[in-house]
C-alpha cells in the first residue's frame, strides 16, 4: 500500500510558477507509475502528467504541454509536477496517484493524495 501526501498549492497571478510535491510513504515508490490529475469545480477529473518507474517515460496532456515539467525522486519517495506560466484555466485540485501499470485514466490508479488547490487569478 502506498500513502500520498500533496503539498505546494496555493493562489498565484496568471504567468507565475508553483511546483507541487507529493510524498509518497513505503519502500515500494520506485516501482509505480505516478500520476498528476486535477479537477476543477463541476467537472471530471482531468488527466496532466505521468512519469514512469524509472523517469524513462513521460506523458503531458495537450493543455500543459511546454509549461508543466513532471519528475520524480526515488531516493526521497518525491514525485513532482513544477507548473510555470500558469493560467486562470490552470484553476482546479491537483491530486497525485500511484498506479502498478501505465495508464490515462483515474481509474488506472490505486493509491490517491487528498490533492492540493491550485488557484490562478487573472
Known amino acids: 500500500q502506498v500513502q500520498l501526501v500533496e503539498s505546494g498549492g496555493g493562489l498565484v497571478q496568471a504567468g507565475a510558477s508553483l511546483r507541487l510535491s507529493c510524498a509518497a510513504s513505503?519502500?515500494?515508490?520506485?516501482?509505480?507509475?505516478m500520476g498528476w490529475f486535477r479537477q476543477a469545480p463541476g467537472t471530471e477529473r482531468e488527466f496532466v502528467a505521468r512519469i514512469s518507474e524509472s523517469s524513462d517515460s513521460i506523458y503531458y496532456a495537450n493543455s500543459v504541454k511546454g509549461r508543466f515539467t513532471v519528475s520524480r525522486d526515488n531516493a526521497k519517495n518525491t514525485v513532482y509536477l513544477q507548473m510555470n506560466s500558469l493560467k486562470p484555466e490552470d484553476t482546479a485540485v491537483y491530486s497525485c496517484?500511484?498506479?502498478?501499470?501505465?495508464?490515462?485514466?483515474?481509474?488506472?490508479?490505486?493509491?490517491w493524495g487528498q490533492g492540493t488547490q491550485v488557484t490562478v487569478s487573472s
Open positions: 496517484a500511484a498506479a502498478r501499470t501505465a495508464g490515462w485514466r483515474a481509474r488506472d490508479y490505486n493509491y
Open positions: 513505503g519502500r515500494t515508490f520506485s516501482s509505480y507509475v
